[in-house]
């Protein structure tokens, strides 16, 4: 595999809802044609929005009609996956010949989720993943992926799979996409922290493989005209962070904070080899003797029809 580049692509949905949001996606077109990159990450959310302190109405035990018109206009926000947007976005790997993965949240029947979307430029639409473990009150408005979206699909920059925002953390399904042979791990996040940064570079040294990380960069309440329960109304919802690591725990780029942009990096998936000269985790490293993983990659509807 030559050399390449990869790039994270550092933006955040805007108010207007997902047309003016996926305007502004393809309002990159140019930069990422100019940038070269073979691959490009957007965020966590993207197309959707992450509603990062909308409580939509929730006690324990009951609900508000607020919050269900909250959750419905929410619902209205989200996308079908196929559907229009997903026509524009293959259009956009097309005619930049940039593979795509980004975060959106997909409605199916009644029920949302947390999904990732990988674009191919030769054939658009190729895969999803959904989140496995939504985070905290993210439960309230998204549903859980099962093991049929865990894709690890081969792209001109290598083989690229995604784990989304904290189900980075989950070390089983780490393992698993490692079995996989991820070389390039994406992964999509509105998480802001510095402890993230760490958590990217230890994926990136306990995989052996280049990390991909693109965040959401929101503004202030203040600057939104918003008033967030328990959040300081001048300090940014997201403040960005997009991240790209080397196969040895290395920064090739950012972290990228307050504001959008493209962030770039050049790869070299020959130097997986050398990296895992001394550490394999799912090869010369794992004893199978003692541990063993089972991952169910059936599809868990919750009606059959037999």
């Known amino acids: 595999m030559p050399k390449s580049i990869v790039a994270a692509l550092q933006i955040g949905s805007l108010p207007g809802g997902k047309g003016e949001t996926l305007e502004q996606i393809l309002s990159y077109e140019q930069a990422i044609i100019e940038s070269g990159a073979g691959l490009v990450v957007m965020p966590e959310a993207l197309l959707g929005g992450y509603p990062k302190g909308e409580g939509f109405g929730t006690q324990l035990g009951y609900r508000l009609p607020e919050g269900r018109e909250a959750f419905a206009r929410y619902f209205a926000n989200a996308i079908e996956v196929p559907g229009v947007e997903t026509e524009a976005l293959a259009g956009l790997s097309a005619r930049t010949g940039a593979s795509l993965v980004l975060g959106v949240i997909e409605r199916s029947g009644s029920t949302l989720y947390c999904t990732v979307l990988f674009f191919e430029p030769q054939t658009g639409w190729v895969a999803k993943h959904r989140k496995l473990m939504p985070t905290g009150?993210?439960?309230?408005?998204?549903?859980?992926?099962?093991?049929?979206?865990?894709?690890?699909?081969?792209?001109?920059?290598?083989?690229?799979?995604?784990?989304?925002?904290?189900e980075n953390m989950m070390p089983l399904l780490r393992t698993a996409m490692y079995a996989r042979g991820v070389e390039v791990w994406c992964a999509p996040t509105v998480d802001e922290r510095e402890m993230w940064q760490v958590s990217m570079r230890h994926i990136a040294h306990e995989g052996r493989c280049f990390v991909v990380s693109a965040c959401q960069v929101q503004q202030s309440p203040q600057a939104?005209?918003?008033?967030?329960?328990?959040?300081?109304?001048?300090?940014?919802?997201?403040?960005?962070?997009?991240?790209?690591?080397?196969?040895?725990?290395?920064?090739?780029?950012?972290?990228?904070?307050?504001?959008?942009?493209?962030?770039?990096?050049?790869?070299?998936?020959?130097?997986?080899?050398?990296?895992?000269?001394?550490?394999?985790?799912?090869?010369h490293y794992a004893r199978p003797d003692v541990f063993e993983l089972i991952v169910d990659e059936r599809a868990k509807p919750g009606v059959r029809f037999i």
């Open 224 to 283: 939104l005209g918003l008033e967030i329960a328990n959040w300081p109304a001048e300090r940014p919802l997201i403040a960005g962070g997009s991240v790209i690591i080397g196969p040895m725990g290395d920064v090739l780029a950012g972290p990228l904070l307050d504001g959008a942009g493209l962030l770039t990096a050049e790869i070299d998936t020959d130097e997986l080899v050398r990296a895992r000269y001394d550490y394999d985790v799912v090869g």
């Open 137 to 166: 009150t993210e439960r309230l408005i998204w549903g859980k992926g099962d093991g049929s979206t865990l894709p690890v699909i081969d792209s001109q920059v290598g083989r690229i799979g995604a784990a989304v925002c904290w």
